[in-house]
């Protein structure tokens, strides 16, 4: 019986290997539990682990570590591929102000811990693990436990002991601060569907409307000329000719007259100049287009060849090629303006205007074959988290801090991804994964790195929270959860009008917490809390991240 004595109590590779196995296993199937509609999720990993620690099941401390930072880094990275296309255009306008309210959050999140750091006396390391559980922040867990082995050359184990006293409240705490927003202002979800409706057409990024010509300074002019007399942004995707009345599929050659119909595609902001300087808007929709003339279809196609990858649209010359009009992009949900100078990346959707014919030679020379893009394009995933090793190993000196700051194995391979995810496609790298691809990197990641922090701190778990102060953390996780996330909610509703739906999203996204933001979802019925959730959740992550290394290069 020695060979069971040494799979389950030795340090050999397969006793490691049924430990994770059975660790993660376990924690995946009781995370699925909801207790009053709230669960844990794949959080309960951690709980596992922490309990067979308690036992005595243990793994090689150097194979705990590689393991732990190895699944940290995919985690990371997987996140800033999935909301990396995002991340620049969540600053505009209405994610200005949401970016601004999370990182107010993080901030204040950031103020109670240190305040209540020197009301306690309970060490900086301890309260950052603390803080991360209380917002529910994996990476910044990782990135604290990361800063102080640099300092030290050694682990602290009440980083991570902090982190799993405080967690199971964290989510308690962020999903009860948003029910009370609810209460506090008596919010009525009815009330507030009706509101969404009212701003629809506001929030929308593309807005199709159709024009008549009465201006007599573009009659006899072509598109091109007009686009730069007008100096806004649109595209025409079809001209009804007044004097034949015939359907064209518009390019900035096409020359238009008086009484001439425009099917334009524009932003909201811009709709009013555009329509004010070309003439006046008609009552034609896109199917009124499509019943004049039948030949004339419009069409969604996958970009999937790796050919057309970074390619701009006056590269490509579709328009001249194939006779048919480009006339708006969708990339990560988000619908883009068909601009010349704008490059394709994988995956995208590209909406086309042409006669069938002329469709499915588009179809040929962009893929349109979704087989291809569930290819895993593994090399740009291991050149991006090479570069954001280098990146986060890199050492940055700020006046007044000590110790130099490092961006760590959390911070570089998110910030390399998200670029990675924007500029790739320019340099010819394929960086799209499809969603499942994507989660599955994730969940394999994030259940390495909660493993391996429960077993390194489940041997001493329950003593330290019965006899260390492990209760009076938990009371102190409360508090950093709580008073951020009320301040936070009433500046949002009562100052910045947010609708509550919206307010929900950034709550959660605030404090990166999927549970909360299954609650909100499940509550309003609608996809505007994981919009702001989406929004936030960059700028969020990064400085949670930032944060836990700077308070403890700080005050250690």
């Known amino acids: 019986m020695d060979w069971l004595n040494d799979l389950l109590w030795g340090e050999g590779v397969a006793h490691t290997v049924l430990l994770f196995a059975f660790v993660i296993a376990i924690g995946i199937a009781l995370g699925k539990i909801k207790i009053f509609g709230i669960s844990l999720g794949i959080t309960f990993v951690l709980f596992v682990g922490i309990l067979a620690g308690h036992f005595g099941f243990e793994a090689n401390n150097e194979v705990l570590h590689f393991m732990k930072e190895f699944g940290l880094i995919l985690f990371v990275y997987s996140i800033g591929l999935q909301v990396g296309p995002g991340f620049f255009s969540s ?16 901030f204040l999140a950031v103020i109670v811990t240190i305040t209540l750091h020197f009301i306690t006396g309970i060490p900086i390391q301890t309260m950052v693990g603390i803080m991360s559980g209380a917002i529910t922040n994996t990476p910044g867990l990782g990135a604290a436990q990361q800063a102080f ?3 030290k050359g050694v682990a602290d184990e009440t980083i991570s002991m902090g982190y799993a006293v405080a967690y199971p409240l964290g989510v308690v705490g962020i999903i009860f601060s948003i029910i009370a927003m609810k209460y506090i202002f008596k919010v009525k979800l009815e009330q507030e569907n009706e509101n969404l409706q009212k701003q629809s057409k506001q929030t929308s990024n593309i807005e199709l409307t159709s024009l008549e010509v009465k201006n007599p300074a573009v009659f006899g002019k072509d598109i091109k000329t007009i686009s730069k007399l007008v100096g806004q942004k649109f595209i025409v ?84 090629a194939f006779g048919v009009n480009i ?46 893009l569930n290819e895993p394009n ?18 940055f000196a700020f006046p007044g801090i000590p110790q130099p700051v490092k961006l760590g194995l959390a911070g570089g391979p998110l910030i390399i991804a998200i670029l990675m995810s924007i500029f790739g496609p320019k340099y010819k790298l394929v960086t799209y994964t499809t969603m499942s691809a994507n989660l599955m990197l994730r969940e394999i990641g994030i259940c390495f790195f909660l493993a391996c922090v429960g ?22 996780g409360i508090i950093i959860t709580v008073v951020p996330l009320f301040i936070t909610g009433i500046l949002g509703r009562s100052v910045f009008k947010l609708n ?10 605030s404090t990166t917490d999927p549970p909360a933001l299954a609650y909100s979802n499940a509550t309003a019925g609608n996809d505007i809390p994981a919009v702001s959730y989406a929004t936030v959740y960059p700028l969020t992550m990064f400085l949670r991240v930032l944060c836990a290394q700077l308070m403890i290069l700080i005050f250690l």
């Open 91 to 106: 600053f505009k306008k209405g994610g200005i102000q949401l970016n601004m309210l999370a990182a107010g959050t993080v």
């Open 149 to 151: 082995y640099d300092i």
């Open 237 to 320: 995707s079809r001209v009804l000719h007044n004097q034949t009345d015939k359907i064209e599929i518009a390019s900035s050659l096409t020359v238009i007259n008086e009484g001439d119909k425009l099917f334009v595609a524009t932003t909201p902001e811009e709709r009013e100049k555009v329509t004010a300087f070309i003439g006046e808007k008609v009552d034609m929709n896109q199917d009124d287009w499509s019943l004049l003339d039948k030949q004339l279809v419009s069409r969604r196609i996958l970009i999937t060849k790796h050919e057309v990858n970074g390619k701009s649209l006056k590269q490509l010359n579709i328009r001249a």
């Open 327 to 372: 006339t708006r992009i969708n990339r990560a949900g988000v619908d883009l303006m068909a601009q010349a100078n704008l490059h394709l990346q994988m995956g995208d959707r590209v909406t086309v205007v042409g006669d069938e014919k002329a469709i499915k030679n588009v179809e040929k020379a962009l893929g349109n074959e979704m087989k291809r």
């Open 378 to 395: 593994l090399i740009p995933i291991f050149i991006g988290i090479f570069l954001g090793v280098i990146l986060g190993s890199i050492p």
């Open 455 to 476: 077993l390194g701190a489940g041997k001493n778990f329950v003593h330290t929270l019965m006899y260390e102060g492990g209760l009076t953390w938990v009371g102190l």
């Open 500 to 509: 509550y739906f919206t307010l929900m999203g950034l709550m959660a996204g």
